[in-house]
């Protein structure tokens, strides 16, 4: 679990930026989860990976993480504004199946990234 303490930083920020950082490694396991499961991606594209005493597939492609990765680095700073992530999956294009994983933060203007480490 990462914690940081922050000379001057509110009192809740260590708690915030922990929830923070556990709620995007929770989501990088959701969405790896969905893609394996719902065989979007040849399952050699994935190996298992042992995650908060959790088996989960990991995307091994390195395409599949740069698109990942691009969607986490829009939302990192923003998390605490999040209230939903949510998956449509299309078929011939209409939305066929859709995956929501919902976040539920503590109200607080320290929750984004306004101090760093």
């Not at 556990?22 to 994935?46: C, E, G, K, M, R």
Request: aromatic share 16%.
């Amino acid at each position: 679990m990462n914690s940081y303490k922050i000379k001057g930083a509110p009192q809740d920020f260590v708690y915030l930026k922990t929830l923070r950082d556990d709620f995007l490694n929770l989501a990088h396991s959701w969405i790896y989860s969905v893609l394996f499961y719902q065989q979007l991606y040849p399952q050699s594209t994935f190996e298992f990976r042992t995650t908060y005493g959790v088996q989960i597939p990991v995307s091994v492609s390195q395409k599949v993480n740069n698109y990942i990765e691009g969607f986490f680095k829009e939302i990192e700073n923003n998390v605490g504004a999040i209230n939903k992530l949510e998956i449509l999956i299309y078929d011939n294009g209409i939305p066929n199946t859709n995956f929501v994983l919902l976040a539920d933060f503590p109200e607080t203007q320290c929750f984004n990234n306004r101090h760093q480490k």
